[in-house]
């Protein structure tokens, strides 16, 4: 499904996010990406969402270079990509609901269909019955939660979370860990990346660990280490 040969970022200033970076994810893999702060992490991301283009390589999205879309073209590919993100980054003035269905009317869906899939959403995570509620009345959990169900609503084949459970407790970062291993089942590829051993050794699934713009180590199941 994802494929980087030879990827490397470079900045302005000299700094380099990511460094020769060759690897592949099939789909329907979930894979966990670790690292120290400035190991390459966000970077990465960043050239998998077409938000930076790489100084060097190819990335690789279903046999399509995405280095390669134009900007004009760009929107239709990131529609195949939903993301979470560690501060939520929720509409404080629409509730619960709206906030997910904003994601299908940007689609174009039709209001029946947003009905029908925001229902389901709300209650894959967990949250029928703060459909009408607004982001302010929400714990930092359920705004997590909203924020998961917004970024699949529309049915991606690919699910980003860039350190999804950084501002959770324990016990929250378990049950949003629980979702993410639900949606996985469910089809779709999980690219998420953390600080949290705990976390990792949850998920039981690929480690890809990074460390000055590199891959140092790519194992199967678990293998947190820094």
């Known amino acids: 499904m994802i494929y980087l040969d030879g990827v490397s970022k470079k900045y302005k200033k000299g700094d380099v996010g990511v460094k020769d970076v060759s690897v592949s994810i099939n789909r329907g893999e979930f894979v966990s990406?670790?690292?120290?702060?400035?190991?390459g992490k966000t970077s990465l991301l960043k050239i998998?969402?077409?938000?930076?283009?790489?100084?060097?390589g190819t990335v690789f999205f279903d046999s399509v270079d995405i280095t390669k879309i134009?900007?004009?073209?760009?929107?239709q590919y990131r529609r195949r990509i939903?993301?979470?993100?560690?501060?939520?980054r929720l509409l404080p003035d629409k509730t619960v609901y709206e906030n997910i269905a904003f994601a299908m009317e940007a689609s174009g869906k039709k209001n029946t269909q947003i009905k029908k899939d925001v229902s389901y959403v709300l209650k894959l995570v967990g949250l029928e019955e703060k459909a009408d509620r607004f982001p302010s009345d929400l714990s930092g959990g359920q705004k997590q939660r909203v924020a998961i169900a917004r970024a699949i609503v529309n049915q991606p084949d690919l699910i980003i979370a860039d350190e999804p459970t950084g501002?959770?407790?324990?016990?929250?970062?378990?049950?949003i860990v629980d979702i993410f291993r639900k949606?996985?089942?469910?089809?779709?590829?999980?690219?998420l990346t953390t600080h949290n051993k705990g976390v990792v050794d949850k998920l039981e699934s690929r480690v890809i660990t990074m460390e000055d713009g590199k891959i140092i180590r790519d194992t199967t199941k678990g293998g947190f280490v820094l």
């Open 82 to 88: 939903g993301v979470v993100f560690q501060d939520f």
């Open 33 to 39: 990406i670790v690292g120290q702060s400035g190991a």
């Open 48 to 56: 998998l969402l077409g938000e930076e283009k790489p100084t060097a």
């Open 167 to 175: 501002n959770l407790d324990p016990i929250n970062t378990s049950e």
């Open 183 to 191: 949606i996985n089942a469910l089809g779709a590829t999980v690219i």
């Open 70 to 75: 134009p900007s004009r073209k760009m929107n």
